[in-house]
Antibody, heavy 121, light 107 residues
């Protein structure tokens, strides 16, 4: 059974940093693109970042470029999102998702339960 | 960025009804479109990819169609468990983008 379990969310002050983790199991992690998708409270879904199987390609939504970094450790079956210079508008539930890529663009067939990040003073 | 616009934003229907949700892309995306269902407090669930391919395990009352800029999700005979919010997503180009969602409510 495919499982994605996020952790690392919490309350952080504006300008602060947070590192999210996603532990994957039940599939060959190194064979899939992986992604982060977020959802602000009461709002819709927003794709944040994608990373290729070997980490050689990474893509970000413009609003997080230069502040967030996606990475993975295939030996540990883990996905990460380093978030720096956090803003109030980054407040959201962050989902880890497995990507099925077509031409390096992906849709998402499995999702974690999400971890809440709240940016507030 | 490609803008995805869903209509309607909300919809009231009864069990047994047939409902259709529309998703329009601001430019052509071929068939690089997925549909998701999300229930309150839960993660989204993939329903359809490549515009019309049903994800394994998804009931056949769900169907998708379209290509280019106009797409539809149809639920042929609403069940109680189908009342949720539905999102379309394009994966034709970066940034990947979602529609704003369609909330399907019980009439």
């Amino acid at each position: 059974e495919v499982q994605l379990v996020e952790s690392g969310g919490g309350l952080v002050q504006p300008g602060g940093s947070l590192r999210l983790s996603c532990a994957a199991s039940g599939f060959t992690f190194s064979s899939y693109w992986m992604s982060w998708v977020r959802q602000a409270p009461g709002k819709g879904l927003e794709w944040v970042a994608n990373i290729k199987q070997d980490g050689s390609e990474k893509y970000y939504v413009d609003s997080v470029k230069g502040r967030f970094t996606i990475s993975r450790d295939n030996a540990k079956n883990s996905l990460y999102l380093q978030m720096n210079s956090l803003r109030a508008e980054d407040t959201a539930v962050y989902y880890c998702a497995r990507g099925i890529a077509a031409r390096s663009r992906a849709y998402f067939d499995y999702w974690g339960q999400g971890t809440l990040v709240t940016v507030s003073s | 960025a490609i803008r995805m616009t869903q209509s309607p934003s909300s919809l009231s229907a009864s069990t047994g009804d047939r409902v259709t949700i529309t998703c329009r892309a601001s430019q052509g995306i071929s068939s690089y479109l997925a549909w998701y269902q999300q229930k309150p407090g839960k993660a989204p669930k993939l329903l359809i990819y490549a515009a019309s391919t049903l994800q394994s395990g998804v009931p056949s009352r769900f169907s998708g169609s379209g290509s280019g800029t106009d797409f539809t999700l149809t639920i042929s005979c609403l069940q109680s468990e189908d009342f949720a919010t539905y999102y379309c997503q394009q994966y034709y180009s970066y940034p990947l983008t979602f529609g704003q969602g369609t909330r399907l409510e019980i009439k």
